[in-house]
């Protein structure tokens, strides 16, 4: 009886979820690419447009906290409040306008461009340069050394075939 249960519920959950072939996901993101809303949330073209959306939806007094923060806090701490929000609502996942403006200019990984759009915020509401290209040459510099690390950690393992002694 517990089986059947468990497997109704795979089946039931399964059913509906299909994967998307490479072709698909391609079409999907042109088209998404394109849209000036996704679900019903408003997907800001460039990083002006969106520090004046993040403006237009934020509470004064969070945005001031915020000003006030140190950059070195704001990059640690607003990634899963704030960032998560951006992540989910803007669909950087599976592209949107300000998905495909941030990779076009170096930003490819989701984390990364909630990061970018934090950071960036943050220094346009401190009147300073935005540096857009500091960032993208340190997402670069990270990446090169998590990359660097991971072949270093790499084991080759060669298996040598023997003929079978009988």
Not at 7 to 13: P, Q, T
Not at 101 to 109: P, W
Request: aromatic share 10%; glycine share 6%; net charge negative.
């Amino acid at each position: 009886m517990r089986y059947s249960v468990v497997a109704g519920f795979v089946i039931f959950f399964c059913t509906g979820i299909t994967a998307q072939t490479a072709a698909e996901y391609q079409a999907n993101y042109a088209k998404r690419i394109k849209m000036e809303s996704i679900n019903g949330v408003y997907i800001p073209v460039d990083l002006e447009d969106a520090f004046s959306e993040l403006s237009r939806l934020g509470e004064p007094s969070g945005i001031a906290m915020f000003k006030e923060a140190p950059e070195d806090s704001i990059r640690r701490n607003l990634h899963f409040g704030l960032g998560r929000w951006i992540m989910i609502n803007w669909g950087l996942e599976e592209g949107s306008r300000i998905s495909h403006y941030l990779k076009e200019h170096g930003v490819t990984f989701p984390d990364d461009m909630v990061e970018v759009i934090i950071v960036t915020w943050h220094r346009q509401l401190n009147n300073q340069p935005l540096r857009l290209e500091d960032e993208v040459a340190r997402i670069e510099k990270r990446l090169a050394e998590e990359k660097a690390k991971r072949d270093a950690e790499s084991k080759i393992t060669v298996i040598e075939k023997r003929p079978h002694k009988e």
